[in-house]
């Protein structure tokens, strides 16, 4: 008979006390309703029938389900705009016209505004032609917007010639306004003469209007024009072209005209401003830097990052905190950020908080380099834990997760565990699921040592659970869960507690064999 | 050559006199000028009897129309939100709201620029009242006869424009008579730019759960859109960077619920 005696020694790490991870999944649904409006105030809301204001209509079905709060079309006739999914009744209240479907009135034209368009319905385009006092011109037969934009851009443009008050004048404007057919916000131009692609200040034309020291502005273009004497636009602002018979003559396209390629910010001699490359005409006075001529300059919208990097007007990128590593081990409060270049300064916009959402990432490679794109994205965690595959943990198409070998959460028979790569935040100053969560990161390990027959122990299985490793693995695990176990907030500062306890305890049991 | 007066007493005490009226003329005239200056805005007041009754409501009303505007751009278009979120001590009107998890949200002002209008009429119509009765006041104590209706307002708000129009008829007549049928305030604003910008994020977070900002700058080099989050709404400010003007509004849509979820089961 050989008589051993085994020591198993039980070494467990608790992060939280014993709670199963399903139990807290199990809770009561509470019956909501279809409210009209609720007591906060807020109009067609499922919610239970006592926040719903006293007085208001409600249903005990979803509001989808409902006659006053179904989603649909909302028609602002005063703007002749669309909104979709806006419920009846507050469209209807709001003085709008609801319709399930979308009607016809919001279907979408061609609008020509002058030497602009805009692709808008019918409605709209009656109203911004009223208020730049044109005639309507709309055309519903055009698909697109693009093709809108081409239609105007392709309009002859030049020096319209005609008699105002005993003397004779010009204005520069397209072929069709020249003709008389249509009117601007002076009255109705009849019998023009055109002169394509030439500048009411020619001399040729032997009109009352000339080159002046003015600079303007003008809608839908990037750069600062000259302005002749009868208020008309000439070329781009060019201060070495002030006196030059042949700029002030003949329409140059920005591409022939001075500093073409650069931005031309906050030049002082020359206008030809390109919003792509970011810069665009503004007031002096906003800028701060006196042109030569003028009250004009092109502004500089572009950027310098926190790392001194330049950056493009419109151009986003990825700032997100210290802590916010995609490896699991994020500290608490850690968020992600996207900033923007907007108009000269940096704007930051945060994600989700409690890490529901992480910031993506890409570049356009652009002519004039590299164009960093950044967006505020889900993040996937959700189903990591259930996960038993490495390869359908790390499926990046489906979530965020990390496959962690040789630990696991309950489970023996897999060899690993599948965790989210930035762990949720938690709630853990005011809620309970924080210890129900955490509490998968509880481990236990029997460690068994053998007695010698002359005295002495030897560790015969588990023996790595004593090493320092393997709590350090485990804590990982707890941390990737979400705010658990031992860890940093996003300041760096250390929490009150050490964030888990180990626990070591002793079974004596004798095998006879 | 100079005569020295000390070599003759006659001619020096003449002199002393002449000094003397010449400063009692000098302090007359200073005492004259100080009392006209200071009287003379009255004077001209009491004597004028032409008063400008489109000057005069409009420095009487336009104030109280700057500052409904201010209080409407930062509280989402509502002079008294109701169903706000409260930031910086500020209540911000929620203008698309979802109270579930998961979901876009629903919209709550489909009329924004519409609404904005009515708010703007409905706050101003008792000031403009009352300019209206101050200044048949003061034409009565000029002994005119002045007959007025409580009138009405009307606010448009378009493209670069505010324009309040007081539909207000007033008749004065003393020897003459004038009939005075609307007086108009313009306001160069680009605010409407903003309010069509606030209705398409709303179009965006009501469809899709959220909004891209980005886009935006594509189209509206003037505008600047800061968004901030604040689980689980998300604060919008629209501003246009070459006039300053700023509209705020808020959202709650497509709210993920904090951690795993399990609180909010």
Redesign the interface.
Known sequence: MKKELVIVLMVFVSLAFGINYYS??T?A?TSTVCCER?N????????PAD?CAPGSQQVPTS?DSTSF?R?GT?F?S??G?C?????QI??ND???TWSEESPPQCGLGCCVLGDQAAFVTLTRCKK?SS?LGLETNYDSSVASELSCVQSVSNQDKGACVFESEFERTCKFTTRAECSGSTSDLNGTIADGNFFKDTLCSSEELGTNCGPSTKTTTIPGK?GVYWVDTCGNPANIYDSSKVNDKEYWTNVRDESESCGVGSSNAESKSCGNCN?LLGS?A??KK?VGTNPTFGDFICAD?NCVDENGKKRL??E?WCGNDPGFNGDGTNTVGSRAFRQ?C??G?V?V??????R??VCVEDKIDTPNGAFS?A??R?NRW?DCLAQTEQLDCENSDRRDCFWKEGVNLGNESIGGTCLPQDA????FWN????K??CAQANAGCIVTFEKGLFGGEKCVDNCECLEEGWLDEHNLVCTAL?DCGPGLNWVGAEGFNEGFEKTLSKLDRVSNS | MRKDYKENPALENMGKRGQVSLFVIIAIVIIGIVIFVSLSPKINILQTSEVNPSSFLSNCIQPEVEDTLTLLNKQGGYVAPDNYLTYQDENIQYLCYTSENYLPCVVQQPLLVSHIENEIKNAVTPKARECVNNLAKLYEKRGFDVSTTPGDINVSITSGKIAVDFLSPMTVSKEDTQTFRKFAINLDSELYDLYLTATSIIQFESTLGDSETSLYIQYYPDLKIEKLRRSPDTIYTLSNVVTGEEFTFATRSLVWPQGYGLDSQ
């Open positions: 807290g999944f809770s649904q609720t906060s105030g807020a109009a067609c809301q499922n919610v926040e509001c709060c989603a909302c602002d005063s703007e705009t909104l979709d999914n806006t419920p507050v469209c709001n003085g709008g911004l208020q990037d919003y665009y503004r007031d906003i919208l007007h419109g986003s923007i907007i108009n300064e704007t916009e945060a994600c989700e908080d409690l529901a959402e794109q967006a505020c889900v959700q949720p935040g938690l709630n809620s309970e699921e924080t129900t969560i979400g």
